[in-house]
């Protein structure tokens, strides 16, 4: 008896069993019994047919990645990912490909990046004794917006902020300056609340804020306990990606409570598309419900508006109609203690490098500044003057200026090494400390023109040009440059 009827048999008995026939079932187990069975033969059909079939998808693979090129290395595109979570890709800096084509155009065609300006030199004098504290300077009783917008500077119309696509001319100060050496520059002690940096990483600890004697940082974020050392405020930031207020209206009402007192940010870059990329109708709502649950929360919280990228007309315009998008939503002039904004000097054309053309406007170029325009310092300070006259002709004269975020995004070897990154900071510094003008500026800050501001960044490995410390976490030569600037 094989194998094979050795099992069928078993199989019988088995089932006359369960059947109850018992006699025949123990029949056929005694015979089974006393038989010889013959092992069964195996059989290596199917490990045959599983290697061939192994062998074929093989030659298969292989010949696809040939012919097809699937495991080819990408070509080279340097994207710009986002600091944080957006749709679109970030196209701030061009790629190395486009600098090429950008810089033959800017040969060809010289109206094409704006023309420099001259900067007026402020009267140094000796360094006033301060007059406010930081809290002082940004939390004095908020000053209620008229309805009637207040008299422009003489020098500029409101016409000539939207008209003009060329930075407009920078104005002497007409108030006393505070002074700084020409050599050896120096951040005055009293001076240093003013200085920020982003922590694009979070207010989570670990960084060494002391050596760099800042007075407040920003991440982005609204969190109820940063991590920070004792003397280094937090500024928290309302985003609205998405046509929705991130964090939402209740816990930003728990963080306004748990934090008293705080200035905080709303929006960043509302006129990008790759960043909270919302129309002016929008930012007005969102602007609303952030207002009232951060005041419910905290009726002396500092709420600063703005939050755009750079001041160009282009990008004035866009707060134009966000004022005019509030009036008709809510019948009164959108309510702001600070105005803040971004400094940064970049291309303004559609579907291109830069920072495209805000939400709700429809032209298809604004300013087309070239890549070395990112550390034009003449520009940088005719902008500030263009937002300090805005803001007069709109109704927000004197009240506190905060340029929350500004840098240079642009790489190292794109025309921005060390040395002229160290001038930049220091020359930027420099503006913000002397720039007053009595018809412009924070009256309660002798006139000054900008009261804070945020260098980008502590670390980012997307943008490093202006990076404080590398991934090791050691200074960088920036970081050395800024720390000769604060030290005693």
């Not at 090129?69 to 340097?78: C, Q, R, S």
């Not at 900067?119 to 930081?134: F, I, L, S, Y």
């Not at 109820?224 to 405020?233: D, I, M, R």
């Not at 009402?253 to 409570?257: E, F, N, P, Q």
């Given at each position: 008896m094989d194998y094979r009827q050795y099992v069928q048999a078993k199989r019988k008995a088995i089932r006359l069993v369960k059947g109850g026939d018992y006699d025949e079932a123990i029949e056929i187990l005694q015979t089974l019994r006393g038989a010889t069975v013959k092992p069964a033969k195996k059989s290596y059909l199917l490990l045959f047919l599983a290697v061939c079939f192994m062998l074929a998808g093989g030659v298969l693979m292989w010949y696809g990645r040939t012919s097809l090129?699937?495991?080819?290395?990408?070509?080279?595109?340097?994207p710009v990912p986002s600091l944080t979570a957006s749709p679109t890709a970030e196209p701030l800096v061009p790629t190395r490909t486009m600098t090429v084509a950008a810089m033959a155009t800017a040969?060809?065609?010289?109206?094409?990046?704006?023309?420099?300006?001259?900067?007026?030199?402020?009267?140094?004098?000796?360094?006033?004794?301060?007059?406010?504290?930081?809290?002082?300077?940004?939390?004095?009783?908020?000053?209620?917006?008229?309805?009637?917008?207040?008299?422009?500077?003489?020098?500029?119309?409101?016409?000539?902020?939207?008209?003009?696509?060329?930075?407009?001319?920078?104005?002497?100060?007409?108030?006393?300056?505070?002074?700084?050496?020409?050599?050896?520059?120096?951040?005055?002690?009293?001076?240093r609340f003013r200085l920020g940096v982003s922590l694009p990483s979070g207010a989570k600890g670990g960084y060494d804020l002391g050596t760099l004697r800042v007075g407040w940082v920003m991440d982005w974020a609204a969190r109820?306990?940063?991590?920070?050392?004792?003397?280094?405020?937090y500024m928290p930031t309302v985003r609205m990606s998405g046509g929705t207020l991130r964090p939402s209206a209740e816990t930003l009402?728990?963080?306004?409570?748990a934090r008293p007192?705080?200035?905080?940010?709303?929006?960043?870059?509302?006129?990008?598309r790759w960043q909270d990329n919302v129309t002016p109708e929008t930012y007005a709502r969102?602007?609303?419900?952030?207002?009232?649950?951060?005041?419910?929360?905290?009726?002396?919280?500092?709420?600063?508006?703005?939050?755009?990228?750079?001041?160009?007309?282009?990008?004035?315009?866009?707060?134009?109609?966000?004022?005019?998008?509030?009036?008709?939503?809510?019948?009164?002039?959108?309510?702001?203690?600070?105005?803040?904004?971004?400094?940064?000097?970049l291309h303004e054309e559609r579907n291109s490098w830069g920072v495209d053309i805000p939400p709700g406007i429809p032209d298809d170029t604004g300013i087309l500044y070239g890549i070395d325009d990112s550390g034009n310092l003449d520009a940088f300070r005719s902008q500030i003057y263009s937002f300090r006259r805005w803001m007069a002709s709109r109704g927000y004269g004197g009240l506190p200026l905060i340029i929350s975020e500004y840098?240079?995004?642009m790489p190292v070897d794109y025309g921005f090494p060390p040395e002229r990154m160290?001038?930049?900071?220091?020359?930027?510094?420099?503006?913000?400390?002397?720039?007053?003008?009595?018809?412009?500026?924070?009256?309660?800050?002798?006139?000054?023109?900008?009261?804070?501001?945020?260098?980008?960044?502590?670390?980012?490995?997307?943008?490093?040009?202006?990076?404080?410390?590398?991934?090791?976490?050691q200074w960088t030569p920036l970081g050395q440059v800024w720390i000769s600037y604060v030290s005693d």
């Open positions: 090129g699937f495991f080819d290395a990408p070509a080279t595109l340097t040969a060809a065609t010289p109206t094409a990046t704006p023309t420099a300006t001259s900067t007026a030199t402020p009267t140094m004098t000796p360094t006033p004794e301060p007059t406010a504290t930081p809290i002082q300077s940004l939390g004095t009783p908020a000053r209620r917006v008229t309805t009637t917008p207040a008299p422009p500077d003489p020098s500029a119309t409101p016409a000539s902020l939207v008209a003009t696509l060329a930075p407009t001319e920078i104005l002497p100060p007409t108030a006393t300056p505070v002074s700084v050496s020409a050599s050896d520059f120096k951040v005055p002690a009293h001076e109820s306990s940063p991590v920070l050392p004792p003397g280094v405020a009402t728990a963080v306004a409570r007192g705080s200035t905080w940010l709303i929006s960043n870059e509302p006129d990008v969102l602007y609303h419900e952030a207002y009232t649950a951060i005041k419910a929360g905290d009726p002396s919280a500092i709420i600063a508006a703005g939050g755009i990228a750079q001041p160009t007309p282009l990008r004035l315009r866009y707060l134009d109609l966000v004022l005019e998008a509030y009036r008709n939503a809510f019948g009164m002039e959108l309510p702001a203690e600070v105005w803040h904004i971004h400094n940064y000097m840098g240079v995004p160290a001038e930049f900071l220091r020359e930027t510094w420099r503006f913000f400390l002397t720039a007053a003008d009595g018809g412009l500026g924070d009256p309660s800050d002798g006139g000054r023109l900008v009261q804070q501001w945020c260098w980008f960044s502590m670390y980012y490995e997307v943008y490093p040009t202006g990076n404080l410390i590398d991934a090791r976490g």
